[in-house]
């Protein structure tokens, strides 16, 4: 029976079978096993030792490697600082250039400076015209053009009323973008643009940025000029921009200020929100002046936003033209006398009386006609002065007259404490007063026949 064919026992019984039938099989077998077992730790302690000595290769290697590397960032750095200091003074340089020949310029005979640069007129992208320097041999400049000079953002400073700073943030951001698009051959690099956005803020706002500069005058903020400019936004800015809008535009109203003034305003605030364009039509709509809506009766509303701007702000120019051209008279109203006591007035059909006086007011303010008050009374209009945009948008709000304040508005329909004018003349009127005798019957009396 071969080793070959000589299947392994399966369990210990044909293990003791296998003993008793065929011991030295058995005992080739397991010689067998136990070489095999020796020959494998042989070959496993040689690849222990070979990847040993692979391990200490590699350390070697690493340690090589990360020296060349130390190595070759220190020349990198070296070479970086190297670039930015002379980028720094490039850029100082051409701005060294730009005031000089600007003083050349208004000093020198026409077309040429002191310095030798030949001035010629040209055209620049923004169509503005641009300066061009040609210098002699070994100048180093030749066919350099800068852009014509756009007037400088005013500085920041960050100090002052919540709402002021806010505004003059907004205002000194939007000219600074402004200021680098239009001259951004001035400021070719955004190290230059970053300086020079840093040179126009003066402290407390300067603080933005003093803890980024560099031994070096690099100004170390991410993102350059609007990494600078986000970090004025959170210092100085409206922390709930888009909350503050909203209360702003749903508080807006024309009332009685021009609408080139109104419409600053409403488009600003409406750029802050998510408004399409027949929002915005509604919305103009509802908050322009009443004389706009007035004037607006027969007219079709257009289908975009800037022809209705369009015609509303014609329509506004209109009317106060017309107002300054025929201003409104006062009519100056003799009071009554004294001694004309006002009982009953005598029409040949209607006979009005005076009702029981109303409850005693102890307010400021004259009682309405549901708190029983008179319907009649002027006090209200004698002491009627300019509405606040608060007052008339409560009394519009609440259906009020806007004269009073206390009626229910009705269209066409006079208030009733508004003076109407007098007639001019009275026909056939007769006035009894105390001293005249009293008519059989009558008490104190006007009557008009």
């Given at each position: 029976?071969?080793?070959?064919?000589?299947q392994?026992?399966?369990?210990?019984?044909?293990?003791?079978?296998?003993?008793?039938?065929?011991?030295?099989?058995?005992?080739?077998?397991?010689?067998?096993?136990?070489?095999?077992?020796?020959?494998?730790?042989?070959?496993?302690?040689?690849?222990?030792?070979?990847?040993?000595?692979?391990?200490?290769?590699?350390?070697a290697?690493?340690?090589?490697?990360?020296?060349?590397?130390?190595?070759?960032?220190?020349?990198?750095?070296?070479?970086?600082?190297?670039?930015?200091?002379l980028?720094?003074?490039?850029?100082?340089?051409?701005?060294?250039?730009?005031v000089?020949?600007?003083?050349?310029q208004?000093?020198?005979t026409?077309?040429?400076?002191?310095?030798?640069?030949?001035?010629?007129?040209?055209?620049?992208i923004?169509?503005?015209?641009?300066?061009?320097?040609?210098?002699?041999?070994?100048?180093?400049?030749?066919?350099?053009s800068?852009?014509?000079?756009?007037?400088?953002?005013p500085?920041?400073?960050?100090s002052?009323?919540?709402?002021?700073?806010?505004?003059q943030?907004?205002?000194?951001?939007?000219?600074?973008?402004?200021?680098?698009?239009?001259?951004?051959?001035w400021?070719?690099?955004?190290?230059?643009?970053?300086?020079y956005a840093?040179?126009?803020?003066q402290?407390?706002?300067?603080?933005?940025?003093?803890?980024?500069?560099?031994?070096?005058?690099?100004?170390?903020?991410a993102?350059g000029v609007?990494?600078?400019?986000?970090?004025?936004?959170?210092?100085?800015?409206d922390p709930?921009?888009?909350?503050?809008?909203?209360?702003?535009?749903?508080d807006?109203?024309q009332?009685n200020?021009?609408?080139?003034?109104?419409?600053?305003?409403?488009?600003?605030?409406?750029?802050?929100?998510?408004?399409?364009?027949?929002s915005?039509?509604?919305?103009?709509?509802?908050?322009?002046s009443?004389?706009?809506?007035?004037?607006?009766?027969?007219?079709?509303?257009?289908n975009?936003?800037?022809?209705?701007?369009?015609?509303?702000?014609?329509?506004?120019?209109?009317?106060?033209?017309?107002?300054?051209?025929?201003?409104?008279?006062?009519?100056?109203?003799?009071?009554?006398?004294n001694?004309?006591?006002?009982?009953?007035?005598?029409?040949?059909?209607?006979?009005?009386?005076?009702?029981?006086?109303?409850p005693?007011?102890?307010?400021?303010?004259?009682?309405?006609?549901?708190?029983?008050?008179?319907?009649?009374?002027?006090?209200?209009?004698?002491?009627?002065?300019p509405?606040?945009e608060?007052?008339?948008?409560?009394?519009?709000?609440?259906?009020?007259?806007?004269?009073?304040?206390?009626?229910?508005?009705?269209?066409?329909?006079?208030?009733?404490?508004?003076?109407?004018?007098?007639?001019?003349?009275?026909?056939?009127?007769?006035?009894?007063?105390?001293?005249?005798p009293?008519?059989?019957?009558?008490?104190?009396?006007?009557?008009?026949?």
């Amino acid at each position: 029976m071969s080793s070959a064919t000589v299947q392994p026992p399966t369990s210990v019984s044909e293990l003791q079978n296998f003993a008793q039938n065929d011991p030295q099989t058995l005992f080739t077998h397991i010689s067998d096993l136990v070489q095999e077992r020796n020959k494998l730790r042989r070959q496993n302690d040689n690849y222990k030792a070979q990847l040993g000595s692979l391990a200490d290769e590699l350390q070697a290697e690493k340690i090589r490697s990360a020296g060349a590397c130390a190595t070759l960032q220190g020349k990198y750095d070296e070479l970086s600082t190297r670039y930015a200091n002379l980028q720094t003074s490039c850029d100082q340089l051409r701005v060294d250039l730009t005031v000089a020949h600007q003083t050349a310029q208004q000093s020198a005979t026409p077309g040429t400076t002191p310095l030798g640069i030949s001035l010629t007129p040209a055209t620049s992208i923004h169509g503005g015209p641009t300066q061009t320097m040609d210098q002699g041999p070994g100048s180093g400049i030749t066919n350099q053009s800068l852009s014509k000079k756009h007037p400088d953002p005013p500085e920041f400073h960050g100090s002052g009323q919540p709402e002021e700073v806010k505004s003059q943030l907004r205002t000194f951001t939007a000219q600074l973008r402004i200021k680098l698009a239009l001259n951004a051959d001035w400021y070719p690099t955004e190290q230059s643009r970053l300086s020079y956005a840093a040179s126009r803020l003066q402290h407390p706002a300067s603080s933005q940025y003093l803890p980024f500069v560099k031994t070096n005058g690099h100004i170390d903020i991410a993102g350059g000029v609007e990494g600078l400019i986000k970090k004025l936004e959170v210092a100085y800015g409206d922390p709930d921009r888009l909350r503050s809008a909203t209360q702003k535009f749903n508080d807006l109203v024309q009332g009685n200020k021009p609408f080139s003034t109104f419409i600053a305003t409403f488009q600003n605030l409406a750029a802050e929100l998510s408004f399409n364009e027949v929002s915005l039509i509604n919305y103009l709509d509802i908050k322009k002046s009443r004389d706009l809506s007035r004037l607006m009766i027969g007219r079709k509303v257009p289908n975009t936003l800037a022809s209705y701007i369009q015609l509303l702000q014609e329509l506004d120019n209109d009317q106060r033209y017309f107002n300054e051209k025929h201003p409104r008279t006062n009519t100056t109203h003799k009071p009554f006398s004294n001694n004309q006591p006002a009982s009953t007035i005598t029409n040949s059909s209607i006979t009005t009386a005076h009702p029981a006086s109303p409850p005693t007011n102890t307010g400021t303010k004259p009682l309405t006609t549901t708190q029983g008050g008179d319907a009649m009374d002027t006090s209200a209009a004698r002491i009627r002065g300019p509405l606040s945009e608060t007052e008339r948008a409560r009394r519009l709000n609440n259906g009020l007259c806007l004269y009073c304040g206390t009626h229910t508005f009705e269209r066409g329909v006079q208030c009733p404490l508004k003076r109407r004018p007098r007639p001019q003349q009275v026909h056939e009127a007769t006035l009894t007063t105390d001293d005249d005798p009293l008519p059989t019957g009558q008490g104190n009396s006007q009557s008009l026949n």
